[in-house]
C-alpha cells in the first residue's frame, strides 16, 4: 500500500511493539514503564509490572473514540450529539466543533447512517455502564473533538484533496462514507489489540460484542465504497492509516476492479490488531504521539 508524506500523516520513527508482546510490550509502547519507575523509584522492569494497565484505564481508553464516532454519526444522521448527561465524568469535558446533519440522496444510506448513531450512542452508555457496575470506576468526560478541519487535515495528508482544499464529510454520501471509512477499521484493529490486555471476563464478553458490532459496520462501509466504485479513496485512507501508525504495512483497501476485500484479514482470516500507541497516532493524525487531529487537546484517562 502505497506511503503518503506530510506534515500531517508521515511514517512513524522508533520501534513498534506488537500484541503479540503481551501485557510489557504495551506498557512499553506506551511510556508507561519509566512513568512507574520515576513514582515507585524501583526498576523499570518492576515498574512494568506494577505499571500494568488495569481494565479500566483500558475501558476508558476505549470510551474516548466510542464519543467519537457517536458524536460524528448523530451529527451527520439527526444533526444533534450526545446529551450532557452522557458526555459527563473524571477529567476535563471538551467541546465538540463542526458536524450538521447530511443531506442524504440515498434513503439506504441514511437509514444506514442513522443505525450506525444507534449503535454508537448505545456503545457509549454501555461501556459508562460496564465502567460504573462492573469495574467499579469512573468513566472519562467527553474530550474536546474536531468534527470539523480534523478531516480535511486527513484528506490533504492521503491525497484526497489538494494541499489548499477542503474536505466536508457533511456535504454528500459518498464524503459521509469516506469520512467513516477512517474510523471503522481504526476501531476494529483497536478491540482486537484490548481484547488480550483485559482481565474481567465481563468487561471482555461485552468488549467481544463491540467487536463484533464494529465489525459488522466496518464491512458494510467498505461495500457501500466499493459499490460507489470508491476503490481509489478507500485506497488512500488506508494508506495513509498505514503511513502513520508505524513502519509495518497491515492497513487494506476494498480492492480493484478485479478483486474486491471486504474483509481485510492475513492469511490466517484473522484481522491485525493496532496497540493504543497506534491508535492515537491515527487519531492524532501524527506519528509523534502530539495531540492534534481528531482530539485536540488529547484523549482522557491515564492512556494517552
Known amino acids: 500500500m502505497p506511503r503518503f508524506a506530510s506534515d500531517v500523516f508521515r511514517p512513524a520513527d522508533g520501534p513498534e511493539v506488537s500484541v503479540a508482546q503481551g501485557r510489557r510490550g504495551f506498557i512499553q509502547a506506551l511510556g508507561l514503564a519509566g512513568l512507574g519507575a520515576a513514582i515507585l523509584g524501583g526498576s523499570a522492569t518492576t515498574a512494568s509490572a506494577q505499571a500494568a494497565p488495569s481494565d479500566l484505564d483500558i475501558a476508558n ?177 488506508s494508506g495513509a492509516r498505514d503511513a502513520v501508525d508505524g513502519p509495518q504495512v497491515d492497513d487494506q483497501g476494498i480492492g480493484d476492479n478485479a478483486t474486491i476485500n471486504i474483509t481485510p484479514t492475513d492469511v490466517d482470516g484473522l484481522v491485525f490488531a493496532r496497540t493504543p500507541q497506534q491508535v492515537l497516532r491515527v487519531a492524532y493524525l501524527n506519528a509523534n504521539g502530539t495531540p492534534t487531529g481528531f482530539f485536540p487537546n488529547g484523549t482522557n484517562g491515564t492512556i494517552r
Open 61 to 237: 481508553f476505549a470510551l474516548n473514540f466510542e464519543y467519537l464516532g457517536a458524536e460524528f454519526y448523530l451529527r451527520a444522521s439527526v444533526g444533534r450529539g450526545l446529551t450532557d448527561a452522557e458526555v459527563s465524568g473524571s477529567g476535563t469535558l471538551g467541546p465538540v466543533s463542526g458536524g450538521r446533519q447530511i443531506t442524504f440522496a440515498t434513503q439506504y444510506i441514511a437509514n444506514f447512517a442513522n443505525e450506525l448513531a444507534r449503535d454508537e450512542r448505545a456503545h457509549v452508555n454501555s461501556l459508562r455502564a460496564t465502567i460504573t457496575n462492573v469495574l467499579s470506576g469512573t468513566p472519562i468526560a467527553r474530550p474536546a473533538i474536531d468534527l470539523a478541519f480534523a478531516f480535511t487535515l486527513a484528506a490533504r495528508s492521503a491525497g484526497l484533496i489538494g494541499p489548499n482544499d477542503t474536505f466536508d464529510p457533511y456535504a454528500n454520501e459518498n464524503n459521509f462514507l469516506q469520512a467513516a471509512f477512517i474510523f471503522e477499521d481504526v476501531c476494529v484493529t483497536a478491540l482486537a489489540g484490548a481484547a488480550p490486555l483485559i482481565r474481567n471476563k465481563t468487561f471482555l464478553a461485552n468488549a467481544s460484542g463491540f467487536l463484533a458490532t464494529e465489525s459488522y459496520q466496518a464491512g458494510a462501509i467498505r461495500t457501500f465504497l466499493y459499490s460507489r466504485n470508491l476503490l481509489q479513496q478507500a485506497g488512500l485512507i
